[in-house]
């Protein structure tokens, strides 16, 4: 019932506008704020008994184990700060004490691959299997400075108390620089239940395997996010209940502040360094646990003179929560209230608070008003049913996007192949001119089984941070920005619009600055499902024109708007048009008919 729901809730929102990425948003990587230390990841292992039960490759499972932990503590880079802890592993079964049995064999540390070297060599399954107790002891092997993270290997389920979900939900309740991820060694049933909840409440991922190489695998995917987490990075700033003491945000900075449970409003001043400038502010973040998130943007004068305002929603039931929104005070004229006063104040309001601390970044963008405003062209709406001039076959090779908007790498246009885990978003940069439109396409291999409940989703932020990628902008044969992935070969495919100055934009959130855009891909499976190829083909497309010219005094009159022509609809439009209207009526209904079996009592036809 909650997933109908919040599916249904997302097409909604989607449909007012509201400023999200993802399709089905949920558990993800914790956003790294700008708290200090140096971090590290403790790798715990699972040294009960069990581990001595063969695999369906003819091995045992300790000796998986080793072997995928020897080739992974070769390849971990000698900076990063790792250690290793074991829980089952000095007192048998039932003995005294063996629910407390938990050693850490390697402190946190740098440079130490001989001696885990050593522990993975000594690794021997015996005891019982205390996971909640040796959660608690990682989590002090880590201490509280920044980004931390635990990477919990086991074959079954805790025999011992404490509850290890609950561990892992206590662990991160209050500290967004923590999570817990899981790798399910293989498990039953009873034992994925639980070792996914660790996962779910620590903020972190699940993955299932069942034999040597793909114990590799995962652990070198965990063990390398591990130190790309999700981040936010800014200087640290502490949003006020009132313009009272509100911390200024100054334009051409980014700043990093957080929501909490107890959160209702946060105020901030932005000053104005020009006058008849137009200000952008966008707000990106993670939504680090299951829940929702619900966030009201306003930008205003201190006067109260209204200027923008957007809603930014996240919803945390399955996988996906990036959120990001944009407001600006541009309103038509460099004379009017919101291009002259001298600050503006930003409220970010939580009408649905988080269950836990959620930080997130505010970039700030000021420019003057263009001396050539009325001589630019109109702001445009994306091409409809458009198609790659580049063909999407990874001919440019393997890469690796970044984990958050900060640490994407450049990526010049063309194709490119990726592998994507579960609830896994990477992130490219790429320059982008005046004129000039975004295209990208991330498909499957068309040689591969597609993974069970498969989703693909694609965003475009501009360089503020916010989503501005055209959602009902298609390709030539109707691909879209987010879809299941069904077969092999499936594709998801976006465009932007042309990025254009407007002086006036309204709730209209196309790309309205020049400079560095991201690409963001994001990839959803059943749990437990390994890495998935992808083939990643992002092109910059059209002329570098329009630019403003902020050198001058400012034109006073961008009549070439207002003279143009009205907008049309040609045929093909009007059908997408009614088709999306269409579906509108369809989502509302659908809720109207689940909340009224609901009530009815009726569960088990939702």
Not at 172 to 191: E, K, M, N, S, Y
Not at 358 to 372: C, M, T
Not at 417 to 442: C, H, I, K, N, Y
Not at 598 to 605: A, E, F, Q
Request: glycine share 10%.
């Amino acid at each position: 019932m909650r997933s109908i729901l919040a599916v249904a809730a997302l097409i909604a929102a989607l449909a007012l506008g509201a400023g999200t990425l993802s399709p089905a948003p949920a558990t993800a990587a914790p956003a790294a704020s700008s708290s200090g230390g140096s971090g590290g990841l403790v790798i715990v292992l699972d040294a009960s008994g069990s581990m001595a039960d063969p695999t369906p490759d003819g091995g045992t499972r300790i000796a998986a184990a080793q072997q995928a932990l020897g080739a992974v503590i070769d390849d971990l880079p000698a900076r990063n700060r790792v250690g290793m802890r074991v829980f089952g592993a000095t007192v048998p079964s039932g003995g005294q004490g063996s629910c407390s049995d938990s050693q850490l064999l390697v402190p946190l540390g740098t440079g130490n691959h001989d001696a885990l070297r050593d522990a993975v060599d000594r690794y021997r399954p015996y005891g019982e299997t205390p996971i909640g107790y040796a959660l608690q002891q990682a989590a002090g092997d880590l201490g509280d400075g920044g980004r931390r993270g635990i990477l919990l290997v086991s074959d079954g389920l805790a025999t011992c108390s404490p509850d290890p979900c609950s561990v892992a939900a206590d662990l991160t309740q209050d500290d967004p620089d923590l999570r817990i991820d899981v790798i399910g060694f293989d498990v039953d049933a009873a034992a994925r239940q639980q070792l996914q909840c660790v996962a779910d409440r620590g903020r972190g991922d699940y993955l299932d395997v069942s034999e040597a190489d793909s114990l590799q695998h995962a652990l070198e995917r965990l063990s390398t996010r591990a130190f790309r987490p999700f981040g936010v990075v800014g200087e640290s700033v502490a949003g006020a209940a009132s313009a009272d003491g509100a911390p200024q945000l100054l334009p051409g900075q980014q700043y990093v502040d957080e929501v909490a449970p107890e959160t209702t409003a946060l105020t901030y001043l932005v000053p104005r360094e020009t006058t008849g400038s137009t200000i952008h502010v966008g707000l990106t973040g993670r939504l680090p646990q299951a829940g929702s998130l619900t966030l009201q943007a306003t930008l205003a004068t201190p006067e109260g003179t209204a200027c923008d305002a957007t809603t930014i929603t996240a919803l945390g039931e399955d996988r996906y929560s990036v959120f990001t929104g944009r407001v600006s005070a541009a309103e038509g004229s460099p004379a009017h209230a919101c291009a002259t006063a001298e600050q503006l104040v930003l409220t970010v309001e939580s009408q649905t608070p988080p269950e836990a601390l959620v930080p997130f970044e505010l970039r700030i963008a000021e420019n003057p008003w263009p001396s050539n405003a009325s001589a630019l062209p109109r702001p445009d709406d994306a091409q409809r049913g458009w198609e790659l001039a580049t063909a999407a076959d990874g001919a440019a090779g393997p890469a690796v996007g970044g984990s958050s908007l900060n640490d994407a790498p450049e990526i010049a246009p063309g194709s490119y192949t990726s592998d994507m885990l579960p609830s896994e978003f990477q992130f490219f940069r790429v320059p982008v001119a005046w004129g000039q439109s975004v295209r990208v396409q991330a498909s499957l291999d068309p040689d591969m089984p597609v993974p069970a409940d498969a989703w693909g989703i694609l965003q475009v932020l501009d360089p503020v941070g916010a989503d501005v990628a055209a959602l009902l902008a298609t390709t030539a044969d109707g691909t879209r920005w987010a879809a299941p992935l069904a077969e092999p070969g499936a594709a998801v495919a976006v465009t932007t619009a042309p990025v254009r100055w407007d002086g006036d934009p309204g709730q209209v959130k196309r790309p309205l600055l020049d400079g560095e855009y991201i690409v963001a891909v994001g990839f959803e499976a059943a749990e437990g499902t390994t890495p998935t190829p992808m083939t990643i083909t992002i092109e910059v497309v059209g002329e570098a024109t329009g630019a403003p010219d902020y050198s001058g005094a400012p034109d006073a009159a961008p009549a070439a708007r207002g003279e143009a022509a009205p907008a049309t609809l040609d045929p093909a439009s009007w059908r997408a048009l009614i088709a999306f209207a269409i579906g509108g009526l369809v989502v509302i209904a659908v809720i109207v008919l689940v909340v009224w079996l609901w009530r009815r009592g009726i569960r088990r036809y939702v």
